[in-house]
């Protein structure tokens, strides 16, 4: 009987360890780290901040999720906050902001506006409307360029901290 439980034993940490690795690459595929890095979502997000975000489908992003955008390419600043590019920087390869319209929604603007969002494109915002280069700016964005939707913040430098209840 004891030979059994050790052998049983022994089948479930080698399960184990074979899923540890599974779950860490989906883990990985399915979810990553963003850095905030300007204004333009003040006071939702700060500079600085890091955000934890799940690569979903576009067809799962919802009017005010927080997204990340790819950026169309290295030499088109379309979308990037103006105050954050400066010659000679390399420039962001992606942006975070609200989703304000989806495809058929009337677009965020003066109340005239009869304009809506085309189809597989998002109609996208800074929370600091002051300072965020955004789709008021640039039009609507493909759907194609949705790369992820910010889950929370985790404070970038953030440790847990464990105490020290060791006689003095």
């Known amino acids: 009987m004891k030979g059994r439980s050790v052998c049983a034993a022994a089948v479930?940490?080698?399960?184990?360890a074979a899923l540890v690795p599974a779950a860490a690459f989906l883990l990985r595929r399915r979810c990553t780290l963003l850095d905030v890095s300007g204004p333009s979502m003040l006071p939702t997000y700060r500079d600085g901040d890091r955000l934890l975000a799940l690569?979903?489908?576009a067809r799962l992003v919802r009017r005010g999720a927080v997204v990340a955008i790819r950026m169309r390419a290295a030499a088109d600043p379309a979308g990037a906050d103006k105050e954050d590019i400066t010659p000679g920087d390399p420039l962001?390869?992606?942006m975070?902001?609200?989703v304000a319209a989806l495809p058929g929604d009337r677009m965020p603007g003066p109340p005239s506006s009869t304009d809506v969002v085309p189809a597989r494109h998002v109609f996208v915002?800074?929370?600091n409307h002051e300072a965020s280069y955004d789709s008021r700016h640039t039009g609507p964005v493909p759907v194609d360029l949705l790369t992820a939707v910010v889950l929370c913040r985790i404070r970038r430098g953030a440790t847990t901290r464990i105490a020290d209840h060791s006689a003095r």
């Not at 479930?12 to 184990?16: G, I, N, S």
């Open 55 to 57: 690569r979903v489908p």
């Open 12 to 16: 479930t940490v080698t399960a184990l």
């Open 96 to 98: 975070i902001k609200r």
């Open 92 to 94: 962001p390869t992606s």
């Open 125 to 127: 915002v800074g929370d």
